[in-house]
């Protein structure tokens, strides 16, 4: 058990690791650099702007401190926002997208669950058509159109919510519907097609042939071998939707940790697009190893390959 959990472990940071040098060195070869703009700045305030930001250096000097740094939480200081450190200004932005995403998470799992295990259960009725009509909607309509239309009904012609704006607990209504509609949507087809395969099953003809319960049945065996498939994209799904939609952000006027990101894309806020992107692929990396061990308490067979593995 341990030796699995620490090879996962390992991978996890040989992965980070590369992640970091990947956008570090993507980011050196974007043409430009962070200091250009309409106004010409004069050449000795530029040479003072590079030494200050350490780019007059070779850039193996540069991963080599940039490296140093992260090791040491350091994540730099924003080239356009004046002394302003890129840990704290995502620290600041974060908390919104981190609420607007728990709630958003919870959402899209208890409602896709719910959906896929209706429409397994009731399988060509009504109920399962009405769950797969709404789970092939979540898929095709991208989430920026769900987030206007909500709005246009629920904001302007039913005055039932604000437009913009995050503060109260209404706010989250809107923007938590169009994020998570996606997700509910994945989480129902695959709940519905792994519980169907499930509930087909020869083990579960042999639960019914011992006489347990239809409840016992359910919990015991259709849910816990049901919802593998849900674990695997919850994972992901996680980390996409707690660091927030950029757009959905945007259209709610969210204050997020993604509206801090497009604008340093904006203004090649090189230190502040670094931070953002490693603190994105970190988070979904955790979510990923979260989910690893989540799978070892689900279903027992991970375990023991775990074991024969390590």
Known sequence: ????????????????????TATFFLMKAIPGDP????????????????????????????YLKYMGNIAQGDLGISMKQLNQDVSGLIGKTF????????VAIVVSVVIGVLLGMLAALYHRRLIDNLA????????????????ALLQY??????????????????????PVAALSFQPI??????????????LHAEYIKTAKAKGLSWAQIMFKHVIRNGIMPVVTYVGPMTANIVTGSVVIEQIFGIGGIGKQFVQAIGVRDYTLIMGITIF???????????????????????????????
């Open 132 to 147: 797969m009509v709404i789970a092939v909607l979540g898929i095709a309509v991208p989430g920026f159109l769900v987030a």
């Open 1 to 20: 058990m341990v030796r699995y959990f620490l090879n996962k472990f390992f991978y996890m940071l040989v992965s980070i690791l590369i992640l970091i």
């Open 280 to 310: 994105y692929g970190v988070l979904l990396m955790l979510a990923r190893f979260a989910t690893d061990i989540l799978y070892v308490f689900i279903d027992p067979r991970v375990k023991l390959v775990g074991r024969k593995e390590g």
């Open 153 to 174: 009904v629920f904001s302007y012609k039913l005055h039932m919510f604000r437009v913009m704006g995050f503060t109260g607990p209404l706010d989250y209504v809107l």
């Open 185 to 198: 949507a994945f989480i129902a087809r695959l709940t519905r097609s792994s519980m169907l395969e499930v």
């Open 95 to 102: 908390s919104a997208s981190l609420k607007l995403g728990l």
């Open 35 to 62: 200091f250009m703009s309409e106004k010409k700045v004069p050449p000795e305030v530029q040479a003072r702007l590079y030494q200050q930001y350490g780019l007059d250096q070779p850039v193996w000097k540069q």
